[in-house]
């Protein structure tokens, strides 16, 4: 979508150009039928520039070789509002033959050294700062502006009076600026060239074809910076109507600084978020009217290898995600997601749609024998982290509004450890303090467990059954863990050598025999917990 904004501003940047081209060409008539052609050009153009034009262009030198080409030295387009749109440091424009009368008019080069193309996303038009209407406010195939009759200004659509053939962009950067304090895309060092082609017909999202519908231009895109971001992609666009389709796309980018500014802005603000690094394909598809791309219909694949991302104080490897995400119907489906990290399985389904300003949305997950101690092996040059081992599995659902986590979550699940060392558990090492449990580690092994259900709420996680079984402590709780780190559990525990001499060994008894040994209060942040004991003998 991102390349086709691009081509708007490019288009802009043709259509001034033919502006510039008009009195040149009108010199050349010799009067009758050249005076009415050139007239004829000078209509649609301005017709055209003025209906969907909207930057004023400055430029250090022009040169004009006959018979129609056009060429400025550093140029500039500069939005009412003082926003450069495009900075440009040659810009050459070949027509491919001597206009006529009532035909479109053919570019067959234009060429695009060393600039920048700002495209700017302006939150009360919905369309690019100092490009509206040009990537916004086209009119629809098939309809003329009311009021207009024939001769200037009786056509605005760019395929009445424009056909380009050939783009060809020379260390080019383009960049998005999404105008909502999300960090901005760029793409440097481009060097491409745009083969055009016009289309008499469209196509609808299921390709099937949409006749009479004139504007459509086939795209076929190539960007690369060797080793480090390679875009591809196939389609066409309406320079009409603003219709964009990608029957083929594919961006392959090892993540890392070096390339996260490259990425749209939503994914790089989730990649920076999650400091991540590794090998990312991204292959898509669809329809996309660039007005209300909510209203398209599209596909993704996402594929992520040899990956590392931060989740909290931890470093967490990926050995092989794949993810497939649709857009139809106003609506976002995160069909699969399945990975193979930590030597265990993930697989999560969900769903985003619009609500308000926002998106209400839902997932649910499976998690299958995580190996906690493969995590730490990962995170062990990190200071401070605590011993973790054993095999975690969990399933749930949530939902909840994206625009007011964590407050707004609901949902349940459960989660469990086995084979494991367990005293990484916050507030266990302190219940072992307060009953003066000695802690030998040369005894642990490794077939600690846990199990825990739990809710979400708007205040936190609700922990509504939870038992555990160590070398050193039995224990059963409930109670509240609130999304800011902060603890509020009952917990009944005892000493596991006691509740071996009284069972003769773990069995159904467990729960009742610590519910009548000794209860505590385990409060405060995660990392420091405190305890104290509530009831003694009950």
């Known amino acids: 979508m991102r390349r086709i904004h691009a081509a708007g501003a490019a288009g802009a940047v043709v259509l001034l150009a033919l502006l510039l081209l008009y009195p040149l060409l009108r010199?050349?008539?010799?009067?009758?039928?050249?005076?009415?052609?050139?007239?004829?050009?000078?209509?649609?153009?301005?017709?055209?520039?003025?209906?969907?034009?909207?930057?004023?262009?400055?430029?250090?030198?022009?040169?004009?070789?006959?018979?129609?080409?056009?060429?400025?030295?550093?140029?500039?387009?500069?939005?009412p509002d003082g926003t450069r749109v495009v900075e440009l440091g040659g810009l050459a424009i070949e027509l491919a033959e001597v206009p006529r009368v009532n035909h479109p008019i053919v570019v067959e080069r234009v060429q695009i050294d060393r600039g920048t193309l700002n495209l700017i996303a302006d939150a009360d038009t919905g369309g690019l700062r100092g490009l509206w209407p040009l990537v916004r406010g086209a009119q629809p195939a098939g309809s003329r502006p009311a009021g207009h009759g024939e001769g200037a200004g009786a056509s605005v659509r760019l395929s009445d009076v424009l056909r380009l053939r050939r783009v060809e962009l020379r260390d080019i950067s383009i960049r998005y600026d999404p105008g909502d304090g999300k960090p901005a895309m760029e793409l440097a060092g481009i060097t491409t060239v745009l083969d055009i082609a016009p289309h008499a017909e469209g196509g609808d999202a299921a390709g099937g074809a949409v006749a009479q519908e004139p504007g459509w231009y086939a795209l076929s895109l190539r960007v690369e910076r060797p080793g480090l971001v390679t875009l591809e992609a196939d389609g066409r666009v309406n320079l009409d109507t603003l219709v964009a389709e990608v029957s083929?796309?594919?961006?392959?980018?090892?993540?890392?600084?070096?390339?996260?500014?490259?990425l749209p802005p939503e994914l790089q603000e989730l990649l920076r978020r999650h400091e991540a690094r590794g090998e990312m394909t991204l292959r898509f598809s669809?329809?996309?009217?660039?007005?209300?791309?909510?209203?398209?219909?599209?596909?993704?694949?996402?594929?992520?290898?040899?990956?590392?991302?931060?989740?909290?104080?931890?470093?967490?490897?990926?050995?092989?995600?794949?993810?497939?995400?649709?857009?139809?119907?106003?609506?976002?489906?995160?069909?699969?997601?399945?990975?193979?990290?930590?030597?265990?399985?993930?697989?999560?389904?969900?769903?985003?749609?619009?609500?308000?300003?926002?998106?209400?949305?839902?997932?649910?997950?499976?998690?299958?024998?995580?190996?906690?101690?493969?995590?730490?092996?990962?995170?062990?040059?990190?200071?401070?982290?605590?011993?973790?081992?054993?095999?975690?599995?969990?399933?749930?659902?949530?939902?909840?509004?994206l625009g007011a986590l964590p407050g707004s979550l609901r949902g349940s699940g459960e989660a469990s450890v086995r084979d494991g060392e367990l005293m990484?558990?916050?507030?266990?090492?302190?219940?072992?303090?307060?009953?003066?449990?000695?802690?030998?580690?040369?005894?642990?092994?490794?077939?600690?467990?846990?199990?825990?259900?739990?809710?979400?709420?708007?205040?936190?996680?609700?922990?509504?059954?939870?038992?555990?079984?160590?070398?050193?402590?039995?224990?059963?709780?409930?109670?509240?863990?609130?999304?800011?780190?902060?603890?509020?559990?009952?917990?009944?525990?005892?000493?596991?050598?006691?509740?071996?001499?009284?069972?003769?060994?773990?069995?159904?008894?467990?729960?009742?025999?610590?519910?009548?040994?000794?209860?505590?209060?385990?409060?405060?942040?995660?990392?420091?917990?405190?305890?104290?004991?509530?009831?003694?003998?009950?």
Do not use: C
């Open 286 to 401: 669809g329809r996309i009217p660039l007005r209300d791309w909510m209203s398209g219909e599209a596909q993704a694949d996402v594929e992520l290898r040899d990956f590392v991302v931060a989740v909290g104080d931890y470093r967490l490897p990926i050995l092989e995600l794949l993810a497939t995400a649709r857009l139809q119907g106003r609506r976002i489906d995160l069909e699969s997601l399945k990975g193979v990290m930590l030597r265990g399985d993930v697989e999560a389904r969900g769903s985003a749609t619009p609500q308000g300003e926002s998106w209400a949305a839902q997932a649910s997950w499976r998690v299958e024998r995580l190996d906690l101690r493969a995590l730490m092996r990962a995170n062990r040059a990190s200071a401070g982290l605590p011993p973790i081992a054993g095999r975690l599995s969990s399933r749930g659902e949530a939902r909840g509004d």
């Open 424 to 538: 990484w558990v916050p507030g266990l090492a302190q219940l072992s303090e307060a009953m003066r449990i000695g802690l030998d580690f040369a005894d642990v092994d490794l077939k600690d467990r846990a199990d825990v259900e739990f809710r979400l709420t708007a205040q936190g996680v609700e922990v509504t059954r939870s038992e555990l079984v160590s070398t050193f402590i039995a224990a059963r709780g409930e109670g509240l863990v609130r999304y800011d780190g902060t603890l509020d559990l009952r917990v009944n525990a005892g000493p596991m050598e006691k509740l071996k001499r009284v069972l003769g060994g773990l069995g159904a008894q467990l729960g009742r025999l610590t519910d009548g040994l000794m209860a505590y209060r385990v409060t405060g942040p995660l990392n420091a917990p405190r305890v104290e004991v509530r009831v003694l003998g009950r």
């Open 27 to 79: 010199g050349r008539g010799t009067g009758g039928a050249g005076e009415g052609l050139a007239d004829w050009i000078g209509r649609q153009i301005v017709a055209i520039v003025n209906a969907h034009v909207v930057p004023e262009i400055s430029f250090r030198q022009l040169t004009y070789t006959p018979p129609g080409r056009v060429a400025l030295a550093d140029a500039v387009l500069t939005a």
């Open 248 to 262: 083929a796309g594919r961006l392959r980018a090892t993540v890392g600084d070096e390339t996260l500014a490259s």
